[in-house]
């Protein structure tokens, strides 16, 4: 069963920055699309992130212009650098495997996870 290991989290103060990474077992990074999420406490987890297996990206409005996802598929590695971080960030971030969904959603809407969750990696960002 593939494993997904996320790290990289901390406290950090508003403005600052972090850099995500989750390695994976196996080749899943290199053969799937792979996404970012987070879930912040009361609320629903939400796809951040998504870099498709040819390489496009797909941000969330919140985002857009401060996080940006890449891979290593040789170290089976999704990262996701996070620059100009606001407390609205604060929450447990995940990776996963993505596909797409059926229907005409574009961006981040248009795909699902199907993979293992991991334990996720907690981010802070303080006011």
């Known amino acids: 069963q593939v494993q997904l290991v996320e790290s990289g989290g901390g406290l950090v103060q508003a403005g600052g920055s972090l850099r995500l990474s989750c390695a994976a077992s196996?080749?899943?990074?290199?053969?799937?699309?792979m996404g970012w999420y987070r879930q912040a406490p009361g609320k629903q987890r939400e796809l951040v992130a998504a870099?498709?297996?040819?390489?496009?990206?797909d941000y969330a409005d919140s985002v857009k212009g401060r996080f940006t996802i890449s891979r290593d598929n040789a170290k089976n590695t999704v990262y996701l650098q996070m620059n100009s971080l606001k407390p609205e960030d604060t929450a447990v971030y995940y990776c996963?495997?993505?596909?797409?969904?059926?229907?005409?959603?574009?961006?981040?809407?248009?795909?699902?996870?199907?993979?293992?969750w991991g334990q996720g990696t907690q981010v802070t960002v303080s006011s």
């Open positions: 996963n495997a993505l596909m797409k969904t059926f229907g005409s959603a574009v961006g981040v809407g248009s795909w699902m996870p199907f993979g293992s």
């Open positions: 196996g080749t899943i990074v290199s053969i799937n699309s």
């Open positions: 870099i498709a297996s040819g390489g496009s990206t």
